[in-house]
Antibody
C-alpha cells in the first residue's frame, strides 16, 4: 500500500526555521517526482515545490523561492522541506504528495499533512 | 503566478448535474492539456479526480467528467449525491514550470 507521512511541523517564530520530512513506503520512491503542497487554515491549496525523481530538477513557487529548499534521500525513501525565514503567511498544513507520473503534474497520493504555525 | 479562478460556491439537488468552471490564462490552462481536478471533503486529504483534462484515475466514478475550451476548464458532476458535497479544486501546469491551483469551489448538495 502506498503511504506518505509528513512530520516536523510545529510552532515557530517569524524569521525562524523548520525542516519537514516525508517518509514514503509502498512504492519505488526513487522513480517518482515528489511535491509539497500547502493549505492555510480555511483556505485553498497552494503548490509549494517539486523535485524530480533523481533530485536533479527542482522547482518552487514564487512565494517560497529563496527561503525554502526541497531535497530527497532516495536511499531513505524520504522527502524534505527546509523552511527558512518563515513568515506568518507560511502558516499552513503542509502535504507531501506523489506525482503520479506522466506529462503533467498530478498528485495521486497525499499524506495527512503536518501543521506549521508561524507566530510570535 | 495568480490562482486559477473558480466560483466560490455552487449547489444542486440530488440527481441533478452541476458544472464548475476554472479560468486561467494562455500561460497555464490555455497552454497545456495538463489540467487536473481534486475533491476535498472537510478535514480530509485532497483526492485526484481528473488528470490530463479529461481522464479519471482508476476508482473514480464516471459521474465525474471534465473538459477544456481555451483558457477555461470545466468539471461536471452528474447524478449528484450527498457524498459529493465537498470542496473542488482545479489545477494546471504553467509555462513557468510551476503548478497553480484554483481558489476552490464549495459544492453544496441541497
Amino acid at each position: 500500500e502506498v503511504q506518505v507521512a509528513e512530520s516536523g511541523g510545529g510552532l515557530v517564530k517569524p524569521g525562524g526555521s523548520l525542516r519537514l520530512s516525508c517518509a514514503a513506503s509502498g512504492f519505488t520512491f526513487s522513480t517518482y517526482d515528489m511535491n509539497w503542497v500547502r493549505q492555510a487554515p480555511g483556505k485553498g491549496l497552494e503548490w509549494v515545490s517539486c523535485i524530480s525523481s533523481s533530485g536533479r530538477y527542482i522547482y518552487y513557487a514564487d512565494s517560497v523561492k529563496g527561503r525554502f529548499t526541497i531535497s530527497r534521500d532516495n536511499a531513505k525513501n524520504s522527502l524534505y522541506l527546509q523552511m527558512n525565514n518563515l513568515r506568518a503567511e507560511d502558516t499552513a498544513v503542509y502535504y507531501c504528495a506523489r506525482d503520479m507520473s506522466g506529462s503533467g503534474w498530478y498528485f495521486d497520493y497525499w499524506g495527512q499533512g503536518t501543521l506549521v504555525t508561524v507566530s510570535s | 503566478q495568480s490562482a486559477l479562478t473558480q466560483p466560490a460556491s455552487v449547489s444542486g439537488s440530488p440527481g441533478q448535474s452541476i458544472t464548475i468552471s476554472c479560468t486561467g490564462t494562455s500561460s497555464d490552462v490555455g497552454a497545456y492539456n495538463y489540467v487536473s481536478w481534486y475533491q476535498q471533503h472537510p478535514g480530509k486529504v485532497p483526492k485526484l479526480l481528473i488528470y490530463d483534462v479529461t481522464n479519471r484515475p482508476s476508482g473514480v466514478s464516471n459521474r465525474f467528467s471534465a473538459s477544456k475550451s481555451g483558457n477555461t476548464a470545466s468539471l461536471t458532476i452528474s447524478g449528484l449525491q450527498a457524498e459529493d458535497e465537498a470542496d473542488y479544486y482545479c489545477s494546471s501546469y504553467t509555462s513557468s514550470n510551476t503548478e497553480v491551483f484554483g481558489g476552490g469551489t464549495k459544492l453544496t448538495v441541497l
